[in-house]
């Protein structure tokens, strides 16, 4: 089976633009969980999907926002881009809702200039 | 808020030696804690988990050891190899309904392995 892909792996954009990333799960998988990856903080829970319904949230402004397909390919914006977005951003798909077995994506590398 | 305190935040073993590493969790609304294993340039990759009614689970040369009391787990490598070299991280899922059913990471460890 292919694993998670995301798309872009990299991307760079000017404070205060807004900024899509997608992710597809591996087949079969309907959750899809979305994180921000920083040296400081580390890994941090931004949302999940499940079957096109948000499960769970982070506690992340409501600049950050997302969606999921009906075939289960997410995406994730972010709007009014800030300095202190530049992160890696994972996109993870499991089988079921809520799921500590999580499959993880390569990231997209975001730098906010 | 749920935390998962990881430690040590970096480690250097020689190759054959054991790595530990420590996490502690400040509440009990947790009810699996996995560890990721993350390879540069690549997602984290579930290593190993283990339930907090489980003292132990081994799989290979990894061994999570849980101390409920205490509210601490930790992971075991022995016979640590130089491609064991990787950032890891340990994790605790919630157990309440509405948004505490996450996973909650550490802030990671990164081992190096010399050979």
Same mark, same amino acid.
């Given at each position: 089976k292919a694993g998670v892909t995301q798309t872009p792996r990299y991307l760079i954009k000017t404070r205060g633009q807004q900024v899509t990333l997608s992710c597809s799960p591996i087949s079969g998988h309907r959750s899809v969980s979305w994180y921000q990856q920083t040296p400081g903080q580390g890994l941090q829970f931004l949302f999940e999907y499940f079957s096109e319904t948000q499960r769970n949230k982070g506690n992340?402004?409501?600049r950050f926002s997302g969606r999921q397909f009906s075939n289960s390919r997410s995406e994730m914006n972010v709007s009014t881009?800030? +300095?202190?977005? #530049?992160a890696l951003y994972l996109c993870a798909s499991s +089988?079921?809702? #809520?799921?500590?077995?999580q499959y993880f994506g390569p990231g997209t590398r975001l730098t906010v200039t | 808020q749920q935390q998962v305190k990881q430690s040590p935040q970096s480690l250097i073993v020689q190759k054959g030696g054991i790595s530990i590493i420590n996490c502690a969790y400040e509440n009990t609304a947790f009810d699996y804690f996995p560890w990721y294993q993350q390879f540069p340039g690549k997602g984290p990759a579930l290593l190993i988990a283990i339930r907090p009614d489980v003292s132990e689970k081994k799989e290979g040369r990894f061994t999570i050891s849980f101390n409920k009391s205490a509210k601490q787990f930790s992971l075991h490598i022995m016979d640590s190899q130089p491609g064991d070299s990787a950032t890891y991280f340990c994790a605790a899922r919630g157990n309440s309904g509405g948004s505490n059913y996450k996973l909650t990471f550490g802030k990671g460890t990164l081992l190096t392995v010399n050979p």
């Open positions: 992340f402004p409501g881009l800030e +300095l202190g977005d #530049s +089988l079921m809702t #809520s799921s500590y077995e | -």
